[in-house]
């Protein structure tokens, strides 16, 4: 598996709402929904032989979690596509990641585990194409000694054939206010195809982070 990151400023989102949503935007749907997309319809278009219609999404439940304590407050749904993903809109997909996701699969997760006892290995970032949203999480608000991160990096190890990709903030001085980072962690042989399809859709302009 292979990970590469790349920005997405304020403007390019803006850009992303107008390209996809059109200028007058009647449906309301966040950046999330509207990137995850965007890369989904991409990878589909690369993939080779069956294409991954059935995702997963991860996100953070703020409800359930008290600032400054630690908790596992994730929330884990997975969206299905009807047709091919490569023949679909993007904003028929965003309108499917934004509706469908709902049923909360956590605890399903917890009972296999506990039916296997605790020893057997579940995977669930990348045993479908994974989307994590880490959009709320503060990875900026770390302070030491009196100063805090410029530029945060993240990654996962032991994703699935299926890979993941995940969507943090990005930091304010490097690359302006409500900007976002992806990483995307996909099998070595489709890195290439996708950042090729990723730039044709105006979401990467050869400025990847090392």
């Not at 039916?115 to 770390?142: I, P």
């Not at 930091?171 to 042989?189: H, N, Q, T």
Request: charged fraction near 25%; include cysteine.
């Amino acid at each position: 598996m292979e990970t590469f990151s790349f920005p997405v400023t304020a403007t390019q989102l803006n850009n992303l709402q107008v390209k996809i949503l059109g200028p007058i935007q009647s449906d309301l749907i966040p950046n999330f929904e509207l990137i995850c997309a965007l890369i989904w319809k991409c990878i589909a278009t690369v993939r080779e032989g069956p294409q991954p219609k059935l995702v997963t999404i991860c996100k953070n439940d703020t409800n359930k979690r008290t600032e400054g304590e630690c908790s596992n407050s994730q929330t884990i749904s997975t969206v299905e596509a009807d047709f091919r993903v490569s023949d679909m809109d993007p904003k028929e997909l965003a309108n499917l990641l934004a509706k469908q996701a709902g049923q909360n699969e956590k605890t399903r997760i917890e009972v296999a585990i506990e039916n296997e006892n605790g020893v057997a290995d579940f995977v669930v970032y990348g045993a479908n194409l994974t989307f994590v949203n880490w959009e709320d999480v503060d990875f900026y608000g770390l302070e030491v000694k009196g100063h805090k991160p410029v530029c945060v990096h993240y990654n996962i190890q032991g994703v699935g054939d299926e890979g993941a990709v995940l969507l943090m903030p990005a930091g304010a001085k490097e690359f302006g206010d409500g900007g976002r980072v992806v990483s995307v962690i996909l099998p070595e042989k489709e890195v290439f195809g996708v950042k090729s399809e990723l730039r044709k859709n105006d979401l990467l302009f050869g400025n990847e982070l090392e």
